[in-house]
C-alpha cells in the first residue's frame, strides 16, 4: 500500500489550503483514512478520518468548522479542505490508512502513512 500527501504550502492566517492523499496496492471500500499533523516538538495529532467509501467524518474539535475532508472512492483519493488557516495549523500533514472500517484517532492503530506535506501558517 502506497499512500501520496500533496497540496502543502506557505500561507497566510485566513487563507486556505486543500491537501491531496492519493492511494494505491489494495482495495480500500470501507477501510478508514485519516489526517494527521505533527509540528515541531509535539506529538502527532489527530485531524479528521472516514471510510474511503464515505459516510460520516471525525474531526478534532481544533478544526472542526474550518476543515473538510471529502473524497473520490473510485480514484482512492481524500482530500482535506482548509480554511481560516491558523498559525497553530502549522505542522507537517500525514495521510494514513487502517484496515479496518472502525474509525479511531490515536496514530499507533493506522497501519500505512504517506510521507508528509508541510503546511505553515503565517500571522
Known amino acids: 500500500v502506497q499512500l501520496q500527501a500533496s497540496g502543502g504550502g506557505s500561507v497566510q492566517a485566513g487563507d486556505s489550503l486543500r491537501l491531496s492523499c492519493g492511494a494505491s496496492?489494495?482495495?480500500?471500500?470501507?477501510?478508514?483514512v485519516a489526517w494527521f499533523r505533527q509540528a515541531p516538538g509535539k506529538e502527532r495529532e489527530f485531524v479528521a478520518a472516514r471510510r474511503w467509501n464515505g459516510g460520516d467524518v471525525n474531526y478534532a474539535d481544533s478544526v472542526k468548522g474550518r476543515f473538510t475532508l471529502s473524497g473520490d472512492n473510485a480514484k482512492n483519493i481524500v482530500y482535506l479542505q482548509m480554511n481560516s488557516l491558523k498559525p497553530e495549523d502549522t505542522a507537517v500533514y500525514y495521510c494514513?490508512?487502517?484496515?479496518?472500517?472502525?474509525?479511531?484517532?490515536?496514530?499507533?492503530?493506522?497501519?500505512?502513512w504517506g510521507q508528509g506535506t508541510q503546511v505553515t501558517v503565517s500571522s
Open positions: 496496492g489494495r482495495t480500500f471500500r470501507s477501510d478508514v
Open positions: 494514513a490508512t487502517r484496515r479496518s472500517a472502525v474509525v479511531v484517532t490515536q496514530a499507533g492503530r493506522y497501519d500505512y
